[in-house]
Every structure is written in C-alpha cells, then in structure tokens.
C-alpha cells in the first residue's frame, strides 16, 4: 500500500498547477479550480482541455469527479464538448454572462454596478409584500442563517461567509411567496453569487452583520419604511466598499 502510495503521489508530481484539495467539498473545489484557470488565461478560449484521465491524475480524484465539474463548466456555458474530440474553453463575448448566467471571470466592475442596480430595485421593491406574508418560521431561518454569517466571519472564511449571505437574500425572495420572483431570482442567483465574490471584503463583512441584524429587526417590526433605507445603504455601502 505504502509503495502504491509512493507511486500516486509522483505521478501528480508530474502535473503542476493544482492546489491541493481538502477533504470536504471535493466536486466543488475541483470545479473552482478548473474555472480558475479559464478566468487566468491558461486556459484560453478554443483551446482543449487535458482529457479526464490527465485531471484526473493531476488532481488526484476521481473521474467521476472530474466529469461532474467539467457538466457544471458546460452547464454555465464556459466550455463544450465534442465527442471523440475533447472539451473545449468557450469564446465569451463581453455580455454573454447575461444569457449564460456565467461565474465572476466574465464580471467588471461595470457588470457588478449593474448587478448591484438590479438588487436594489428587487429588494427594495419586494419589501411591502414580503414583510405582510413573513411568517415565524422565515424570520428564524433568516436568524440561523445571520449566525452562520456571523460563525465564518470570526472564523475569517468570507467564502463560507457569502455562502450564507447568498442564502439570506435568496429566503428574502422566497418569502413573497410569489413564484415568478422566486423564479427569476434563482435564474440571477449564480450571477448575485458572482457579484459578491467580486465585492466582498473583510469589513464589508463585518458591516454586513450589523446591516442583516438591522434587516431581521425591521421584519419583526414589520417597518417598511426603514427596511427600505437600510437595504438601500447597504447595498450602497457594498459599491463603495467592494467595488474599485
């Protein structure tokens, strides 16, 4: 066993580039890192892909795995495959992350203003309704999920941290109960996601808990009005902080 493990280990020597992978969320972290070197340009567009046998050397996993994270590439439109050929990197044109709903590496700084536009006419606007219909229950998941936010952030993980953000705005929308808004919001949900990869700081985080714990007061108060002015300083408060 010892030797066989020898043998594994210089055989990905044979392939750099890689981080190493932790233990959890394997199929995740292998996604991230084969869409980061699209987004650095080692991979560049109409250029293939080393085959699943070569990633899966090199990353050390599965190609189950390695299969799984290229259908997500396709699945958000950064690369295809060809049969009996091989996958290939995608030409992405500057507004193609519209159509596509493709991650950060297609996102400037133009694009995250506009994303943040966007946010504030949804959540400011769904604010009426979605304060009438909140029930116990919605208030108590959006409690667990500022913890969390809270949890990561003392823990200084931001990726875990928006995670959980994510999820805070996503129930915002869920609890309109109206399943168009639902809808559509899940359509941007990987494009919101994207945004605020590109805007989050460490003290934006910070502030953010303040801003949420202010957001879950005002819901319990049921006080739209100053539910308004505190999502709208927030997310005014995210361009300034995050985005250069």
């Known amino acids: ?35 980061m070197k699209i987004e650095m340009g080692e991979w560049k567009p109409g250029e293939k892909l080393p ?30 495959t060809f049969q009996g050929k091989g996958t290939f990197v995608k030409t992405v044109t500057s507004n193609s992350y519209l159509k596509s709903m493709t991650p950060m590496l297609f996102l400037n ?3 995250i203003r506009a994303v943040l536009e966007y946010r504030k006419i949804i959540e400011v606007g ?8 909140a029930t116990e229950k919605d208030i108590s ?10 949890y990561y952030y003392n823990k200084k993980n931001l990726g875990k941290y928006k995670e959980y953000d994510l999820n805070f705005h996503m129930k915002l929308y869920e609890m309109t109960d109206n399943p168009f808004i639902i809808k559509i919001s899940n359509i941007a949900k990987d494009v919101m996601n994207s ?21 879950i007061e005002c819901i ?21 902080e995050g985005v250069k």
């Open 1 to 35: 066993m010892e030797k066989y493990n020898m043998q594994q280990r210089e055989k990905r020597m044979q392939y750099k580039g890689f981080e190493s992978l932790k233990k959890q969320d394997i199929k995740e972290q292998v996604f991230e890192q084969l869409l």
């Open 195 to 215: 945004a605020m990869s590109g805007t989050l700081t460490e003290q934006g985080a910070k502030d953010g808990l303040e801003y949420h714990g202010k957001i």
């Open 126 to 133: 769904i604010i009426d309704i979605l304060i009438e219909k």
């Open 51 to 80: 085959s699943e046998n070569e990633l899966t050397k090199a990353m050390g996993v599965s190609r189950i795995t390695i299969r799984e994270a290229i259908q997500k590439l396709v699945a958000i439109n950064v690369v295809e």
């Open 220 to 240: 319990e108060n049921r006080n739209a009005e100053e539910l308004k002015k505190i999502t709208k300083s927030m997310l005014d408060a995210v361009e300034v």
């Open 141 to 150: 998941i959006l409690k667990k999920y500022l913890d969390k936010m809270s």
């Open 109 to 111: 700084n133009d694009d």
